[in-house]
């Protein structure tokens, strides 16, 4: 009997819970609401016009919030809008929104690598090719709405270690990195984080008879524009791009990336070599650039011989990931 009154008190002590909790939510709202209509009131950014919207709206810490939020009421915002805009938007691209017409924001607001810039593109591309939400800002923001080779942004910052060299962004012809060393018995140069990194690699490889060498690393501006022309004299345009980077779009000119080859010295790896490099190369900073099926984000064909570094946290994520660099910078490390 005394269990049996126990266990009635507990529920009743739960319900009672329960009913404070929903009844302090609801008054926090209420006070959020009151908040933000009062902040409006004692300052001289409230509109009379505006006084039933100001009620719906959630008071946010943003500093130019009254400011904003007039702008957008002017643009003919709903609260509902501008709530999900102050939550999920960047001040980057709420900046952006404001030097903008109207545009309808459904179903981007949560997508993180967003560019307001970008929305009405990522409609159209979404429609024309059947893709998520996710996939069309993703390949827009990369520019795959466009042919290579256009709109072409020199990279302002060449010696990152996460620089984005691709068919749209391009090194300046006279980058060279100042930290270019031998990797380790060999004649090639990487700059000195990622020989350290390619040599501790093959090292590791050794041990789990995997028996792995380069046989290209840092290419000059100059060297990549012969080695591109000299590929045109055998191939077309379009076949070449398929294959070869044209001049200041080349990994290899930022010192951080190396071709690899068996040490029997075939001309590429072998399918167990890409294996195991897909499995293992992260552990040491570097990706495989251009893997297979990836063509139409990365614009070249399959590399499994090709090794980028970035360091072993980035690349720790985009294994774990499966995704291109370009993916990943897109959706990691832009600014949008």
Do not use: C
Not at 81 to 105: A, G, R, T
């Amino acid at each position: 009997m005394k269990s049996k009154r126990n266990m009635i008190i507990l529920i009743l002590e739960v319900i009672i819970l329960v009913i404070i909790i929903i009844l302090y939510m609801n008054y926090k709202k209420g006070m959020v609401d009151i908040n933000t209509l009062k902040v409006f009131k004692e300052s001289s950014y409230y509109q009379e016009k505006y006084h039933d919207a100001y009620k719906e709206i959630k008071y946010s810490d943003n500093n130019q919030f009254l400011e904003i939020t007039n702008q957008l009421l002017d643009k003919n915002y709903r609260p509902d809008e501008i709530n999900n805009i102050f939550e999920y938007l960047s001040d980057n691209n709420i900046q952006k929104l404001l030097k903008m017409p109207y545009v309808s924001l459904e179903n981007y607001y949560q997508i993180k690598n967003l560019d307001v810039n970008n929305i009405n593109e990522y409609s159209e591309y979404r429609q024309a090719n059947n893709l998520s939400f996710e996939d069309a800002v993703t390949e827009v923001n990369l520019h795959l709405n466009q042919d290579f080779y256009t709109d072409i942004k020199t990279i302002a910052d060449p010696s990152s270690i996460t620089v984005l060299v691709n068919k749209f962004n391009a090194l300046p012809s006279d980058y060279v990195p100042t930290d270019l060393v031998n990797v380790g018995e060999y004649h090639y140069q990487m700059r000195q984080e990622a020989a350290k990194a390619l040599e501790e690699l093959m090292a590791y490889g050794k041990t789990e008879n995997v028996f792995l060498i380069p046989f290209s690393t840092y290419r000059s501006y100059d060297y990549q524009k012969d080695l591109y022309n000299k590929y045109l004299s055998e191939d077309t345009l379009d076949t070449v791009d398929t294959y070869s980077a044209r001049a200041g779009h080349s990994e290899h000119q930022t010192g951080l990336a190396a071709d690899m080859r068996s040490s029997s010295l075939t001309d590429n790896v072998t399918d167990s070599d890409y294996e195991w490099l897909l499995n293992n190369s992260y552990k040491y900073g570097f990706i495989i650039r251009y893997p297979k099926g990836k063509s139409k984000i990365t614009g070249y064909m399959e590399e499994p011989w090709h090794l980028r570094y970035i360091g072993q946290e980035d690349a720790k994520k985009i294994h774990e990931l499966d995704i291109t660099y370009d993916e990943y910078y897109d959706l990691y490390i832009a600014k949008y």
